[in-house]
């Protein structure tokens, strides 16, 4: 009965997903054998190093990859149906109404030849049983929940005649005016100002709270995550690293790459003699990925096994996994396991 009801929280289960894309410099291994749930009403943190995968993960599940992407294998499950299966006219359904994503650069996801309104107008009418009166309503009331002013006014502007921040919450209004069930936000502060990003933040905090709508949150920071998400997911090479809390990857963290991100964003306990320590290396080339775990070659504590083999994934309680053979019960003491500890003391 437990269990059962547990599967019933699951909104979305990305199962074994592989997604490579195919140059003329051979086949790019985006994304490798990743799992993923999220839970109705909850909010998932997926953060990485430019090009871990996290960006091709999202679009995986709206099935949006251009040519030469392609999945591969694995499941999508989103309410007891497998996406990868779905055909391109049953996922037009989908996309914009029951799941709706959110760009990193909202100018080149508006059409700079359309007013603001006509784009909200025409994702309402595409997926619910309106008339353009009623679309025109909806549309100024979405503008005033995300804090738009003149709502009515604007509706006649063009996406130049906002500034970033306020591109920003037309993208939102957009990707929430059919009340999705899951909302996919690849970086969606990035290109702000850090008060304009505080101020999306809240707006989306806030909007989850109104709609219960579940949220994948892309960021390579950190900091980001820490306010809003109750789960984080730690992507590297264009695999798991490490998932767990918001206090697990903060506070506990089992994985190298994990610490090494942690140690490099500042924290509010450092003063002005510290100073941040950034990963040595760069990311692996994902044309011929290492064959033992990605973050093997700039990893501190790399092992012989660390360079040949890929680990599998230890659970060191409920809801927290990583991927790391210092957790092996047969690995030597390592000093890295006190260190995520000993980062926030």
Request: aromatic fraction near 6%; include cysteine.
């Amino acid at each position: 009965m437990n269990q059962e009801m547990k599967d019933d929280s699951i909104l979305l289960k990305v199962n074994h997903l592989q997604t490579s894309f195919f140059t003329h410099f051979g086949e790019v291994k985006a994304v490798r054998d990743v799992d993923l749930t999220i839970n109705k009403g909850e909010v998932v943190g997926v953060v990485g190093e430019s090009g871990s995968g996290k960006s091709v993960t999202a679009m995986s599940i709206l099935k949006l990859l251009q040519h030469p992407g392609k999945i591969i294998s694995g499941n999508i499950i989103y309410k007891g149906q497998d996406l990868a299966q779905r055909s391109e006219k049953e996922m037009r359904k989908i996309r914009g109404n029951e799941i709706s994503m959110i760009f990193q650069d909202p100018m080149t996801s508006l059409n700079p030849l359309i007013t603001v309104g006509e784009q909200i107008m025409e994702t309402i009418i595409e997926h619910q049983p309106l008339n353009k009166k009623q679309a025109k309503e909806k549309a100024i009331n979405l503008l005033n929940m995300v804090k738009i002013p003149d709502a009515e006014k604007r509706m006649k502007d063009y996406p130049f005649e906002f500034s970033g921040g306020m591109r920003q919450r037309v993208m939102i209004a957009i990707a929430l005016s059919c009340e999705p069930d899951l909302l996919i936000a690849d970086e969606p502060t990035t290109a702000l100002d850090v008060t304009t990003q505080s101020q999306i933040l809240k707006l989306m905090k806030n909007l989850k709270g109104e709609f219960n709508t579940s949220i994948m949150l892309i960021t390579h920071d950190l900091g980001v995550v820490a306010d809003i998400c109750s789960r984080i997911v730690v992507m590297y090479g264009g695999m798991i690293m490490e998932e767990g809390s918001v206090e697990d990857i903060f506070y506990r963290s089992k994985h190298p790459y994990t610490l090494g991100l942690l140690k490099s964003v500042p924290r509010p306990d450092m003063d002005q003699q510290s100073r941040l320590e950034p990963i040595k290396g760069t990311p692996p080339n994902l044309v011929n990925p290492p064959e033992g775990c990605p973050f093997a070659p700039r990893c501190d504590y790399a092992m012989k096994i660390c360079t040949t083999t890929c680990p599998e994934h230890t659970y060191i309680q409920e809801g927290h996994r990583s991927m790391c053979w210092l957790l092996h019960e047969e690995a030597p003491k390592s000093d890295f396991l006190s260190e995520g500890d000993e980062l926030y003391e």
